[in-house]
């Protein structure tokens, strides 16, 4: 009697060990050649770099020092270099997190995901449409970081692909349509500040009369680029506090009403430095931007 419990056990057990063996064959498990893997990210990761080379690297050009400011005040003038800068560095920053993220291989949607980017990419570069490599360059990593770490990998690389994003410039009507409306902004606003200070100021269109002197608010006055540039301070400083993303992008979109209202009052400054004082510093973007 006792043996046959003694063997009941053994069948319970040896029953119990094949169920949790099975178990375990059903959960996926990971590539089992670490080195494999290792060499599969650099290959993605070098071919990343060469399809986007023209977004990636050719930005880092020399820039002569008379032009330096054109990447921060110049609507129309590229500044990719610095949104570069930033996403690689969020990239690297969060390089950890990624890799602890790691599942199981990429299903189907991802490689159909691949398919509609790599003819996007194709289209882009057939019409030389350079800027619509941007959407294409996050449209490639947040595909990527979802087949590698699911929804974990994606909210990593959000804030680097919202980085990217401010470097991409809009379709020219649109992009025209939104200086324009900026322009109308810093003229409006400033007149009623410094009418509300007791200022006598004439508005005409986007010009703003004091005195004898006349402001007028061109492209590089609309605060366009400040936006841009405040945002990615925001996106930098949400960085730097470890943020989560929802409030990292609050942060960031904080940066356009900050903008607006930065350039309003550069404007007034602007205007009343022009008929008190005649000096060369408020003549240039830079120091009026800073």
Known sequence: ?????????????????????????????????????????????????????TILIAPFGWVHPSEFEYWFFIPDRDSGAISVLIAGWLLWNRRGALASARRPAASRIHWGLAAVIVAFYLWAIWFRAQTLLIPALCATLAVLAHAWGGRAGLRLVAMPCVALLLAFRPPAPLLSEIIWRLQGIAAHGAHFLLSLLGYSIQLEGTELRHGGHAFRIIEACSGWRGIQILMLIGIVAAELRRLPLRR???????????????????????????????????????????
């Open 1 to 53: 009697m006792a043996w046959r419990i003694e063997d009941a056990e053994e069948e319970t057990v040896t029953m119990s060990d094949e169920v949790a063996m099975e178990g375990m064959a059903r959960v996926p498990q990971g590539p089992s050649h670490p080195r494999l893997l290792r060499l599969s990210l650099v290959i993605a990761a070098i071919a990343v770099v060469v399809a986007f080379r």
């Open 248 to 290: 990292a992008l609050w942060i960031s979109l904080a940066g356009i009403p900050l903008g607006i209202g930065l350039n309003i009052i550069r404007v007034c400054l602007v205007v009343l430095t022009q008929e008190e004082v005649k000096a060369e510093f408020f003549e240039s973007h830079t120091p009026q931007g800073i």
